[in-house]
């Protein structure tokens, strides 16, 4: 007997989360309404590229699980210490079968995709959904994914102001 179950697609959402805060929850819940994503799977780094300083990871989830628990999503530890996509693609495919992914990101990481090892591959065979942060354009933005012929989907939301980093310098 076959079991044909139906194709899920959902988020990934990786990030510092440092501090996880309103304007990460409100673009998962905007990308998962305008990407018509079946749930957000928020991915924290432990080592993000770049940042330094940051906390302990398992602070870091402890604060994502309190957030997350009056929503549809998850969390998700890979076993390495940041994304990549030789790695973490082929991860995923295994851990979430009968699934396709959209990729969550904010508009300031995409001046940088093209330097990405193996961006091709992510933007060949997956969707990215971008949320257009408070100094950005989404025409600019649409104009450098059109470039890298990305399949994407531009959102906002009233928070796209906010940052971990003012949210810790203020603290």
């Known amino acids: 007997m076959c079991h044909n179950r139906a194709m899920r697609h959902i988020g990934i959402y990786s990030g510092t989360f440092d501090p996880v805060h309103a304007?990460?929850?409100?673009?998962?819940?905007?990308?998962?309404?305008?990407?018509?994503?079946?749930h957000v799977v928020f991915m924290p780094e432990e080592q993000p590229r770049g940042k330094v300083n940051v906390s302990n990871i398992e602070q870091r989830?402890?604060?994502?699980?309190?957030?997350?628990?009056a929503t549809h999503h998850e969390i998700y530890r890979a076993s390495h210490p940041r994304f990549s996509?030789?790695?973490?693609l082929p991860e995923l495919a295994k851990q979430y079968q009968n699934t396709t992914f959209s990729f969550l990101m904010g508009s300031?990481?995409?001046?940088?995709?093209?330097?990405?090892?193996?961006?091709?591959?992510?933007l060949t065979q997956h969707r990215i959904i971008i949320g257009?942060?408070?100094?950005?354009?989404?025409?600019?933005?649409?104009?450098?994914?059109?470039?890298?012929?990305?399949?994407?989907?531009?959102?906002?939301?009233p928070h796209a102001h906010m940052s971990s980093r003012q949210l810790r310098q203020s603290l």
């Open 23 to 38: 304007g990460h929850l409100a673009f998962a819940d905007e990308a998962q309404r305008a990407g018509r994503l079946d």
């Open 61 to 69: 989830v402890a604060l994502l699980q309190n957030q997350l628990t």
């Open 85 to 88: 996509i030789a790695k973490t």
């Open 108 to 122: 300031d990481i995409v001046p940088s995709l093209h330097k990405w090892p193996g961006i091709k591959l992510l």
């Open 132 to 157: 257009i942060r408070a100094s950005d354009r989404a025409e600019d933005i649409a104009n450098a994914l059109d470039r890298l012929q990305a399949s994407y989907v531009i959102v906002t939301t």
